[in-house]
């Protein structure tokens, strides 16, 4: 029903002095409250003037009082004549109080929030409102799930054909697929009491693209990686065989494909030997598309090997059933399932970035002069795509700003994929998908938390292959729903959820499935959180490889104001340790900018929880500032924008996700402090060079105060580089100067 129609039936059912009182203080008379609890109505029954009357004929009783309508007394005539004006009267009533209804109606309205336009609504079209309004909660209520096209995508049910039989034969019997070796390889319980020990060997070794490279091993007979020469390519699917080459097809569908790029042959190689892998250089503008398409045809290789084996063995049962003997023993069937049939889940930021990896599968897939079939293409162009009226102003913004939130830029999505024989299946159920394609927040709330009766993640247990892309991103939205997806992974499902279990690997059954799944991480900075995934929540018994090149020049070089750059050092027990901090801030550092003459002073903050625990220590000091963080109002920041660049107030608190989402230039700033070193290393040079834009002052009165302790070392090479760092770290003093802009650079 729409919202004009009830607010009319709401206005109809009062007297006229009730709208009055209405219009006049904003509510209803109390006399008038309809109190909703009140006790269950006393039922009158009349008893018969003897006992005899009531045990004969009951039926002929009722049926009497049925037939005789019952009579109003002369009391209850009167009484309905008070009650209910005459026809005439009312029709009078009605035309008087039609302007007062209508003002009501607007005040209402227009006081709720998301308020309509009032406009003439014609009889036929409530009904059709009702109806619209109707199926829009139905759709609100209950995602989409494809389920017509679930026989032609089922695993169970599909076989494979007599031609496609013999070749998937021969390669289930290659020696040299790591995919074979690495899922059929049997674990013994030492093995697993060294892996969940944490015991490992490292090793570094360099490749000529990727550079140096740290291997982890915690058993003996997985070692490192060799030299790049010596590594074997992977094999790829029949599907795959012809067009893997062209992997960059999707970046010029209509043109000629680009060659595959060294980057992406390392990549492949050292995906294909089945260890972890985090990889934190991929910078978004340059090698990003690169390393997704190179993720992506791993992850479509893996896919279809896993399927294609469900497939020829289901062939060659089937074919065993109809030959079987009778009185034959049966023979053992063979194991390559998980308990669920999801085996990948590939996390990104963005509905934009799940558009991209689907449109770089079904381009993988589709060879010369062949087009597979996706069901639901259409309406995931729709959701997934971006509108043209939503496209952002060509706004003056740096070109990674552009290439991380091009597109769709929701965050609470998912979707699963099915593939089988070549064709794929977007909105498949989760019981149904191949891949999982999400966002974490979009997880999140499938998952559920402790205590909630409607969760679920049976549908993680069986993931043989993790990716996630661009996390870096991640730690700009909510990182504890990574977190929270992490400790949801492998876990043993509480459901069966129509598993043939004689068909599950071993492995699986003893819950050790997170010792065989391949996690790939991908990220354009180094952070101690995302570091702790590896360590905390990764035991791929083959190990890990990570990129470790520490930066030669940091970003402080791309300063282009004269300021001093001072960085003070304090002492901290550990990286969560942010009373130490906090601390070391309000004793040593905020005092020397109380004084009024260091006006115009921006404290970046990196994480939201210190903003908001300096943001109160500040009012309670009553020190005037102003505020701006990714919650702020428009109107808000605008007027703090204002106030800071009139000198009204004197400190503006400035956190690191609202320059990740908005990348305002802040005009007036005199005085920079940085509370924590950035997660971004150009956000440093991008906040130091603001000092330009605003003409405050000359710019020998500049300056800019950092912090940082021994736990910021990744940051701190990535802003000073590498050499400086080492020297800082190991330096007696507590305090570093750099001065840029001069004639002599630092």
């Avoid at 206005?11 to 509510?27: A, I, P, V």
């Avoid at 801030?585 to 900018?593: E, G, R």
Wanted: charged letters at 25%.
């Amino acid at each position: 029903m729409g919202k004009r129609r009830q607010n009319r039936q709401l206005f109809t059912n009062l007297s006229k002095k009730q709208k009055k009182h209405l219009k006049e203080f904003g509510e209803e008379h109390p006399f008038h409250d309809v109190v909703n609890e009140r006790p269950e109505r006393t039922q009158i029954v009349d008893l018969p003037s003897s006992p005899e009357q009531s045990d004969s004929e009951p039926e002929n009783r009722e049926d009497e009082e049925e037939e005789e309508p019952e009579q109003q007394t002369a009391y209850q005539k009167l009484l309905s004549t008070l009650s209910e004006p005459t026809a005439d009267a009312q029709s009078q009533e009605d035309e008087s109080s039609d302007e007062e209804e209508e003002e009501l109606l607007c005040e209402v309205e227009g006081s709720e929030e998301g308020g309509e336009e009032l406009g003439e609504v014609e009889p036929g079209d409530e009904e059709e409102e009702e109806v619209v309004d109707e199926k829009k909660e139905v759709a609100g209520d209950k995602e989409f799930v494809d389920k017509e096209h679930e026989s032609a995508f089922c695993l169970e049910t599909n076989f494979m054909e007599k031609g496609e039989q013999d070749e998937n034969i021969a390669q289930l019997k290659n020696s040299k697929d790591m995919f074979f070796n690495h899922l059929d390889t049997e674990l013994t319980e030492e093995d697993v009491s060294k892996i969940t020990s944490g015991c490992k060997s490292k090793t570094q070794i360099t490749w000529p693209k990727l550079g140096n490279l740290l291997c982890t091993n915690p058993l003996e007979r997985f070692g490192p990686i060799g030299p790049q020469k010596d590594t074997n390519q992977s094999v790829f699917h029949k599907v795959l065989e012809s067009s893997w080459r062209n992997l960059n097809q999707s970046f010029n569908p209509k043109g000629q494909a680009e060659e595959i790029s060294p980057l992406q042959v390392e990549l492949l190689a050292l995906m294909g030997s089945y260890k972890d892998l985090y990889h934190p250089e991929v910078c978004p503008l340059k090698q990003g598309p690169y390393v997704r398409s190179a993720y992506c045809l791993h992850v479509l290789n893996h896919v279809l090997k896993a399927n294609s084996r469900v497939l020829t063995h289901n062939t060659q049962l089937r074919e065993r059933k109809t030959q079987a003997k009778a009185g034959a023993e049966p023979q053992d069937e063979p194991r390559d399932q998980g308990l669920t049939r999801p085996k990948v889940l590939i996390l990104v930021p963005f509905r934009g970035g799940a558009l991209q990896v689907v449109h770089t599968l079904i381009s993988l897939l589709e060879t010369k002069g062949k087009k597979i079939i996706v069901s639901n293409k259409k309406k995931f162009k729709v959701e997934f795509g971006e509108a043209e009226d939503e496209k952002p102003a060509n706004l003056h913004r740096p070109d990674d700003y552009h290439a991380i939130f091009s597109g769709n830029v929701d965050d609470h999505f998912r979707i699963g994929v099915s593939i089988v024989r070549g064709n794929m299946r977007l909105y498949a159920p989760f019981y149904s998908s191949d891949i999982i394609i999400a966002s974490p927040l979009g997880l999140r709330t499938v998952l559920g938390a402790e205590g909630e009766s409607k969760r679920d993640y049976d549908f993680l247990s069986s993931i043989e292959l993790l990716v996630l892309d661009q996390t870096d991103v991640f730690l700009m939205q909510n990182w504890e729903h990574v977190l929270h997806v992490m400790k949801h992974m492998n876990l043993q499902p509480l459901d069966s959820h129509g598993v043939d279990f004689s068909r599950v690997r071993m492995w699986n059954l003893n819950n050790w499935a997170r010792h065989y799944r391949q996690t790939l991480v991908f990220s354009s900075v180094q952070d101690p959180q995302i570091n702790n995934i590896l360590t905390k929540h990764c035991a791929n018994y083959r190990g890990q490889i990570t990129t470790k090149n520490m930066p030669k020049t940091g970003s402080i070089c791309q300063v282009l104001v004269q300021l001093p750059h001072v960085f003070q050092m304090f002492s901290s027990d550990s990286f969560m340790d942010q009373d130490a901090r906090f601390q070391f801030f309000i004793d040593k550092v905020l005092p020397q900018y109380r004084d009024s003459v260091m006006s115009h002073t921006l404290i970046y903050i990196p994480s939201y929880f210190d903003y908001v625990r300096l943001r109160n220590h500040m009012k309670r000091e009553e020190i005037n500032f102003t505020s701006v963080c990714e919650y702020s109002s428009k109107s808000e920041v605008s007027r703090a924008r204002h106030f800071f660049l009139k000198g009204e107030k004197q400190f503006l608190l400035f956190t690191e996700r609202f320059h990740f989402y908005k990348r305002y230039t802040i005009k007036g700033i005199k005085n920079l402090i940085f509370y924590g070193l950035p997660t971004f290393p150009h956000f440093y040079s991008e906040v130091c060079n603001m000092l330009a834009a605003g003409g405050q002052g000359e710019e020998a009165s500049w300056t800019c105060t950092a912090l940082y302790s021994r736990y910021d070392a990744h940051k701190l090479a990535a802003i000073s580089g590498a050499q400086r760092t080492g020297q800082m770290l190991h330096s007696n003093k507590n305090v570093h100067l750099f001065i840029t802009g001069a004639e002599d650079k630092a």
